[in-house]
């Protein structure tokens, strides 16, 4: 049963060994009512103050998306961090980058940062949401998880995003970015998109007569982005429809690329060689760099003012650097 | 005039002085009826015998597709040469591979090869159709012609590729491929697709109602194209529609980005350090190498028949190797 795996047993069964308090660390349990998965508001780690317990249930509470779109979230949230169970440290943010706002207070955002032990494939996963009121009414609402792997595995990254600038519109970002030229190396092509058949996940969003491919206006996103990315922009005559494709379409099928991801990258044996490692530590640091510049840089100050944005982002640079 | 000097003035002085008859060479005249344009047959080099001039006619007068079709075809084929004027050898392949069929006869297809003299940045540039009668009724016709240029330039290559697999049906492939990593070299990303534009033309296809993107099959084809790739696929109720499609869309927006890559690419003048012209060796092989065996190893046996497929690609394969 290889997908129910934890990670460190297929990877490093020292990691068993490291932990103060693996057992009750946040653990996915079925809940009361309804089907929203719920995850302990602990990362139940000794040095998790009441301070970062609070950013930490801030994260989880997804306040401002919808019901469908919230439960996919904390459905990849759990299983990631059930597998990575005691190799994820808890997040230690300070507070005012956990949770921050625009000094209107008309935009506000959630930030995590789990850093992987030094055991641990997991360099660090990030999850986020960003909420912003729109001059037009409505909202624009972003949430994101991603998990970059460190130079002991040369296995793609994982990372979602769903940005919904309206209740009938959303753009989906799903993919395994890949940490290698695939032309230089096309037996990762093989071995990671092309022998766990990525492709599918993407064909079937495809046939969905919503579902409308989505060009990044930026090249560099296009450009660091796989060959089996999904990268769809969905737009429904009313919401209802909406919640129907983020409930029985996105929702399975980020979990399976999630699953991919965990079973055949992450939790993967790999040898990395030392040119090898060169090559992947040049490469991570130009896409994390361009990650910050391009991508964030660009909408944060933006969004929350210069002094927030530079707060926010001087500290997930310190994460950012290979 | 940037965009109607020849390639020689901008890069290499030198080879107007290496070309016995330049005058005279494979020049685009306009035509006495239509628009059609026409190529000299000849390829005005001394070398050339009247063996390859036939192979040469076979080319140029693409028998099996519709008039905007073919005219889009020769349109690229004299812009390409008349840039390039006397840098080009004539085409010396042998004549069995100029023209070839599969034994029943249902299929044929013409080849032309043409290599960069020493003092070009070219190192080859392939133009070919393949016309196949199917089993269905009605045919398949693929026309394409690509640039590639040798260590002396990093820029990208060239490409188009036209599958009409019925008078109502054609894939377009239109690319300036990178031969580097852009994620490693994001200042390429920026010189040739970003501050050329090059994402305009693909846009401005994208609005055609009948213009659907293509996914190819092969993650390895999607992975060597550029993020400003045109991959559509046309459908129209009509072949008139089509037609129009071709003549009023596909035609001007193919020129503009051969032009993109004769002006700032193919022309331009480029450092190439000794790393990075390793670097491009290693890439190009690997490219080259499966465009031999995926691209086209996989369907001309299918096609043509083994024997055929291998007398063809095992001649192919001598300009294929970096």
Redesign the interface.
């Known amino acids: 049963m290889e997908a129910t795996m934890r990670c460190h047993l297929l990877h490093s069964p020292l990691s068993i060994l490291s932990s103060s308090s693996s057992s009750s660390s946040s653990t996915f349990s079925s809940s009361s009512s309804s089907r929203t998965p719920i995850i302990s508001a602990s990362s139940s780690f000794p040095m998790a103050t009441t301070q970062d317990e609070a950013g930490r249930r801030k994260f989880l509470d997804f306040p401002f998306v919808s019901a469908p779109h919230k439960n996919l979230m904390l459905d990849l949230v759990s299983t990631l961090e059930n597998r990575f169970d005691s190799q994820l440290l808890p997040c230690t943010l300070p507070p005012d980058v956990q949770h921050y706002q625009s000094q209107s207070g008309t935009a506000q955002a959630s930030l995590q940062i789990r850093s992987g032990q030094s055991n641990s494939p997991v360099d660090f996963v990030l999850g986020s949401w960003v909420h912003s009121e729109l001059p037009t009414g409505g909202s624009l609402d972003i949430t994101s998880l991603s998990a970059y792997l460190n130079l002991s595995n040369d296995s793609p990254n994982f990372l979602i995003e769903l940005i919904r600038s309206s209740p009938t519109m959303l753009v989906l970002i799903l993919d395994l970015p890949p940490r290698k030229?695939?032309?230089?190396w096309?037996d990762d092509?093989k071995t990671f998109?092309?022998d766990t058949h990525l492709?599918k996940p993407?064909q079937d969003l495809?046939k969905i007569p919503e579902v409308q491919?989505y060009?990044s206006s930026s090249?560099?996103v296009?450009?660091?982005s796989s060959?089996?990315a999904i990268m769809v922009r969905i737009e429904t005559p009313e919401e209802e429809r909406m919640e129907d494709i983020i409930r029985n379409h996105l929702d399975p099928i980020s979990k399976q690329v999630l699953g991919v991801w965990l079973d055949h990258c992450a939790c993967a044996k790999r040898d990395v060689g030392e040119a090898e490692r060169a090559h992947l530590k040049?490469?991570d640091g130009?896409?994390r760099g361009?990650t910050i510049e391009i991508d964030l840089g660009s909408s944060f100050p933006r969004l929350f003012g210069t002094e927030v944005a530079n707060r926010v982002l001087d500290t997930m640079r310190e994460y950012f650097t290979v």
């Open positions: 030229d695939l032309v230089l096309p092509l998109y092309e492709d993407r495809e491919p060009y090249l560099y296009r450009t660091v060959p089996t040049k490469r130009l896409i361009k």
